[in-house]
């Protein structure tokens, strides 16, 4: 077919612009959408008398079979045609002949780009939510059968207290449905028809843009022809949705990489999701989780590209809009298969059981347990504080352990001391004893994993 716009031009354009300016090796994704939109828009023309009803149909069926090629993989894109829309026309004017050249009555490329992107976003983002969920269980399972594991959680990566590793995991499942939030929200703002505001202002043909809204299943229609085709905020606002998840996976990853340290030696990565060195042998690398947390460079940097991309282009559209596709794709692709390689990560995780209770046996863990039994005794918090803090200093600085202190030796540091105190040294005591809602407590832990099991199942 050659390009829309051909017979304003004189001569040619250049080779070199057109390989600069083509997008179809990229737009190729959005071919699907584009097929559906235009039978949608095509039954309007037919139903409003725009079009003659013979032709909408001949659209629709052509379109049909061209969808049909483009969902097995058929279709043939032709590099030499501009973009998607080109290459859909085309194969839609071999396929039917003259009636093709009606379907793009009372469109324009800069409303039906819009439409092929939201499509897109939709499909993709629910997508994402289901790969979401489906992490979300794997973790959970991870967490369920790690259930009564005891670890040291920290803060400023110094141990701090001890947890339940199913608390730990559980934490992981909280950021997810955030992020599900996130997606969710701009899903529900992006789902609104653009087709049908044309170049910019509108058609003076007698169009139904309603009837195209029901019919692709749209929440509503934009209102307003000039930003219909101006706004890209659902592309920025997925990216950035998908730029929080990848800083999850790499906190995440994070976690599992110093966990794997011959240092902390709590968790096994599996093989299958590490390398070795090549000149080092004893080396196993947890190269997907370091690739994994890399990879939040690469969608932050997506983020910003579509940012600066915006920023300060006028009303309406602007070919600049163009770009707006690969830092899409290219953050949807790679989040996707991020998710779908953690969920792996998670179902062959080994935990060291052993190895992490070595790192329990630190007393020091209990001082916030020993804080808050003086307090439960009527002492202020701060004089408990400065108690506790003696006494640990004490035990440390004599190179011996609270549990061995006798009730009177206790009593030096405070007198409401007993010796009932040294029953909560214990990492099952300390956790158990946890009473706040949402605490590492067992009991707390398993009414999260009854939530969980409800809502992810
Ligand atoms: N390839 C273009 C894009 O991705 C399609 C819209 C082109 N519109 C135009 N007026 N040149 O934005």
Request: with cysteine; hydrophobic share 40%.
């Amino acid at each position: 077919m050659g390009k829309f716009w051909g017979s304003r031009f004189d001569g040619s354009t250049d080779s070199l612009a057109d390989e600069f300016s083509f997008s179809i090796s990229y737009d190729c994704r959005l071919a699907l959408y584009d097929c559906i939109g235009g039978i949608a828009h095509a039954r309007m023309l037919g139903e409003c008398g725009i079009i003659p009803k013979s032709d909408a149909k001949k659209i629709a069926a052509g379109l049909k079979r061209i969808g049909k090629k483009i969902e097995s993989g058929q279709f043939k894109f032709d590099p030499r045609e501009e973009d998607v829309h080109s290459n859909i026309q085309s194969a839609l004017k071999k396929d039917i002949g003259a009636a093709a050249d009606r379907l793009h009555t009372a469109r324009s490329r800069n409303d039906l780009i819009v439409l092929d992107m939201k499509l897109y976003c939709l499909v993709e983002l629910n997508l994402t939510i289901e790969m979401i969920s489906d992490l979300q269980r794997s973790i959970l399972e991870f967490a369920k059968r790690h259930r009564e594991i005891i670890m040291p959680a920290y803060t400023h990566l110094q141990s701090a207290q001890l947890v339940l590793l199913a608390h730990h995991m559980l934490a992981y499942v909280e950021m997810l449905e955030r992020d599900k939030g996130r997606l969710k929200d701009a899903i529900v703002r992006m789902d609104t028809n653009p087709l049908g505001s044309c170049a910019l202002s509108g058609s003076t043909l007698p169009t139904d843009r309603k009837m195209v809204t029901e019919l692709l299943g749209f929440l509503a229609t934009t209102n307003n022809s000039i930003d219909s085709v101006s706004d890209r905020d659902f592309i920025i606002e997925s990216v950035s949705a998908l730029a929080m998840m990848s800083m999850h996976f790499s906190r995440m990853c994070e976690d599992l990489i110093v966990w794997a340290t011959s240092e902390f030696n709590f968790v096994d990565i599996d093989w299958s999701m590490c390398t070795g060195s090549s000149i080092m042998p004893h080396k196993k690398n947890p190269d997907i989780c370091e690739l994994i947390r890399g990879e939040t460079g690469t969608i932050y940097g997506n983020l910003n590209k579509l940012l600066v991309l915006l920023k300060g282009l006028p009303l309406t559209y602007n070919r600049d809009l163009q770009l707006d596709k690969p830092p899409l794709f290219e953050s949807v692709e790679k989040m996707q298969l991020m998710l779908q390689l953690l969920e792996k990560l998670f179902q062959t995780l080994k935990v060291k059981p052993d190895q992490i209770a070595i790192q329990t046996g630190n007393e020091s863990f209990y001082s916030v347990d020993i804080m808050e039994y003086l307090i439960q005794k009527g002492v202020t918090y701060r004089e408990a504080h400065d108690t506790v803090g003696k006494l640990i200093k004490g035990c440390l600085d004599q190179g011996g352990r609270i549990v061995d202190l006798t009730e009177a030796q206790l009593k030096k540091y405070h007198p409401k001391f007993a010796a009932d105190v040294k029953k909560l040294l214990k990492p099952e005591i300390s956790v158990k004893r946890k009473k706040s809602y949402g605490s590492t407590s067992p009991t707390s832990v398993a009414r999260q994993f009854k939530y969980w099991e409800k809502i992810l199942n």
